[in-house]
């Protein structure tokens, strides 16, 4: 977890955050051992923004890794970089709930969850096992 953390650290000197000037950066792990990075991309109409960590997904899931088995995400920021409801949402699409998603933040000592902790009751929808 920790080489992820200090790749989510490199991810954020990406970032593109012209708007909130907090700088963050994620990386995914995925079922193949590969992992990915991502930052945060700003734009002018907020809403369209992506976080660091749907910006490293969609990376894993754009080169049809669709199992993610850890997260790390850190910012240049005071407190911890916590992924927001979205981001939650998103990660335990391809995520099982007992895997593990650190958090970090400028300065801060790395904190582990397990993301059934971090999300739990997450909204599924059952597709009858396809
Ligand atoms: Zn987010």
Same mark, same amino acid.
């Given at each position: 977890?920790?080489?992820?953390?200090?790749? =989510? &650290?490199?991810?954020?000197?990406?970032?593109?955050?012209?708007?909130?000037?907090?700088? !963050?950066? @994620?990386?995914?792990? +995925? %079922?193949?051992?590969?992992?990915?990075?991502?930052?945060?991309?700003?734009?002018?109409?907020?809403?369209?923004?992506?976080? =660091? &960590?749907?910006?490293?997904?969609?990376?894993?899931?754009?080169?049809?890794?669709?199992? !993610?088995? @850890?997260?790390?995400? +850190? %910012?240049?920021?005071?407190?911890?970089?916590?992924?927001?409801?979205?981001?939650?949402?998103?990660?335990?699409?391809?995520?099982?709930?007992?895997?593990?998603?650190?958090?970090?933040?400028?300065?801060?000592?790395?904190?582990?969850?397990?993301?059934?902790?971090?999300?739990?009751?997450?909204?599924?929808?059952?597709?009858?096992?396809?």
């Amino acid at each position: 977890m920790k080489k992820m953390m200090e790749m =989510a &650290e490199k991810a954020y000197e990406n970032s593109y955050s012209p708007y909130s000037g907090i700088r !963050i950066g @994620a990386a995914v792990k +995925t %079922g193949s051992g590969k992992i990915y990075t991502g930052t945060n991309i700003e734009n002018a109409s907020y809403g369209a923004t992506i976080c =660091a &960590e749907r910006s490293a997904v969609s990376k894993a899931v754009s080169d049809g890794e669709t199992k !993610i088995t @850890a997260v790390a995400v +850190t %910012g240049d920021m005071d407190g911890y970089a916590y992924p927001c409801g979205i981001c939650r949402q998103v990660i335990s699409e391809f995520m099982e709930a007992d895997m593990e998603i650190a958090v970090s933040g400028r300065g801060r000592e790395m904190k582990v969850f397990k993301l059934k902790d971090l999300f739990p009751n997450v909204f599924i929808i059952d597709r009858g096992g396809k």
